[in-house]
């Protein structure tokens, strides 16, 4: 697993790819445009191919680009769905020009009185998704990341993001994980064994292969608790214990990104869990050889 943390593009991409060097980032992750919404700025072309060459120079990579979180591909209201259509497709194509291998998005809300996870709003995400992937035919790579069902949110189950993803080419739809928003869904990652079952639940339902890039936040909510709030990695209610299986199983296709959200409430929070992830991923290497040698 290559480890990466969510970087702001505020002050340009060129900034953003010198603190990712500076963090010792192996993979990155940015906003294309603010998450909170209003008209996307222009790439400028000088700062991305700067950005670019500084991301290859220092072996950085994917390059991963996340939609703002207003879109709702479920949505009823017909301006509000297409206008998160044209986000998307807008998005997937300033991803491409950024150089990025995948867009990670939230599917959206259904309305209150549908079913968790109900097949009308799953049937409308589906339009959507179609209508995205005939605005956008390029090599970038479409990711639906499970949430941790909060409030009316649809696809917090491996169930119902298996039932929009396998519509789709492997090659133009694949999935993230997020561990916070699955332990607030209650799969319990906090217990070792459990990780590794759940994981093999969602190879079962999902397929690993679809898994293109996993959200490493711990969680400040409990098991269950339909509530998104993320903690540094190994200090909330997952632990180290989960992270560690999750970092090492060998079902992940190799190199997989692990991305960091986690809060910035501290200088040098984004170094101290890459330095956490990164000795976790050690851990287990170390642990497997004293083993051996025991033996
Ligand atoms: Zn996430
Ligand atoms: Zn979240």
């Known amino acids: ?94 991803a491409e020009v950024l150089g990025a291998g995948f867009v990670v998005t939230h599917i959206g809300h259904k309305r209150p009185d549908e079913p968790s996870n109900g097949e009308q709003a799953l049937s409308r995400t589906i339009d959507s998704l179609n209508e ?8 970038v790579k479409l990711l639906l990341e499970n949430t941790s069902g909060q409030g009316q949110e649809i696809g ?24 916070c928003h699955a332990f607030g869904q209650g799969y319990d990652l906090s217990d070792p064994y459990r990780a590794g079952e759940i994981l093999q639940a969602y190879d079962r339902i999902l397929g690993l292969e679809t898994l293109e890039v996993i959200h490493l936040n711990d969680s400040k909510m409990g098991l269950g608790s339909h509530r998104d709030r993320h903690q540094h990695v190994g200090k909330g209610l997952i632990g180290l214990e989960g992270f560690k299986e999750i970092i090492n199983d060998p079902r992940l296709k190799p190199g997989i990104p692990g991305i960091m959200e986690t809060p910035n409430d501290s200088p040098t929070a984004d170094e101290d869990n890459l330095s956490t992830a990164r000795a976790l991923r050690l851990a287990r290497t170390t642990g497997a050889e004293t083993g051996h040698v025991k033996e």
Do not use: W
């Not at 017909?78 to 807008?90: G, H, P």
């Open 1 to 94: 697993m290559r480890f990466g943390v969510h970087l702001s593009i505020q002050g340009g991409m060129e900034k953003m790819a010198r603190a990712a060097i500076g963090l010792g980032c192996e993979t990155v992750q940015v906003f294309s445009r603010s998450p909170r919404g209003g008209k996307a700025k222009p790439l400028v072309p000088g700062d991305v191919a700067r950005m670019k060459q500084l991301l290859q120079e220092h072996d950085i990579g994917p390059l991963v680009v996340h939609a703002p979180y207003f879109i709702n591909l479920a949505s009823t209201e017909e301006s509000k769905r297409a206008y998160s259509i044209q986000v998307l497709a807008e998005d997937l194509l300033r």
């Open 156 to 179: 917090s189950t491996f169930e119902a993001l298996g039932k929009l993803v396998h519509v789709f080419p492997l090659d133009r739809v694949g999935t993230c994980f997020d561990t």
């Open 132 to 139: 995205i992937l005939d605005m956008y035919s390029g090599p």
